[in-house]
């Protein structure tokens, strides 16, 4: 990674109109909307549509799923619009494909088998590696061993699970991830985001950036 290289951001569990705005103007790259439904974070269809409608073109919306149906993610395709989708649950390569937007698919590395999920899902854009254990919802703001990263693969993957402010300069410089992926890091309470430490997580990202 060079010093011109550009670590992709997504806040993820978006809730508020406000702090849609405060991630516009930080320009980071992505949100999160999350439509699983263990998630604390949860939105229905006509607020998580409501919060689309002020989001600007630069940046991606994703719309987060876990064991959905396909029906319930055809109705938020359409009424929301996303321009990702992303997986966390047993969805197999078929159903991610079958909707035609690119996705994301969670790894997830809180337990064994992670070389086996990393080599599924050829077709997704990116490989988002989270904390949790198979089968159990992300979110936790737990962070797991970076050293369990099989590097060389080529693959694209954001990490996530327990970052924050205080860890993301050190994440980047040692993990060296196409992008990373906060929720509970940047909030002072479920779905609900701290603009300053919004703020402070751009600037370690980028300050990271910098160093390499």
């Not at 899902?121 to 970076?146: K, M, Y």
């Not at 924050?164 to 609900?192: K, L, Q, Y």
């Amino acid at each position: 990674m060079s010093a011109a290289a550009h670590t992709r951001i997504k806040f993820c569990g978006m809730t508020r109109p406000q702090d849609v705005a405060i991630a516009s103007d930080l320009g980071v790259d992505a949100i999160g909307l999350v439509f699983a439904q263990r998630s604390s974070r949860r939105l229905d269809i006509a607020r998580a549509a409501a919060l689309r409608a002020d989001v600007p073109a630069s940046l991606d919306v994703v719309a987060l799923f876990m064991d959905n149906t396909a029906e319930e993610v055809a109705r938020v395709i359409e009424a929301v619009g996303p321009t990702l989708l992303q997986f966390h649950g047993r969805e197999d390569e078929a159903f991610c494909d079958a909707f035609g937007l690119p996705y994301w698919k969670a790894v997830a590395m809180g337990g064994e088998g992670e070389a086996d999920a990393l080599s599924r899902h050829p077709a997704a854009r990116a490989l988002l590696l989270d904390s949790h254990a198979p089968g159990a919802a992300g979110g936790t703001g737990e962070r797991f061993d970076w050293s369990r990263i099989p590097h060389g693969s080529g693959r694209a993957f954001l990490l996530a699970g327990g970052l924050h402010p205080d860890n993301v300069f050190d994440a980047v410089r040692t993990v060296r991830p196409w992008g990373v992926d906060v929720s509970s890091g940047i909030e002072s309470a479920p779905g609900e985001k701290d603009a300053a430490k919004m703020r402070r997580f751009v600037e370690e990202v980028r300050r990271a950036d910098a160093a390499l």
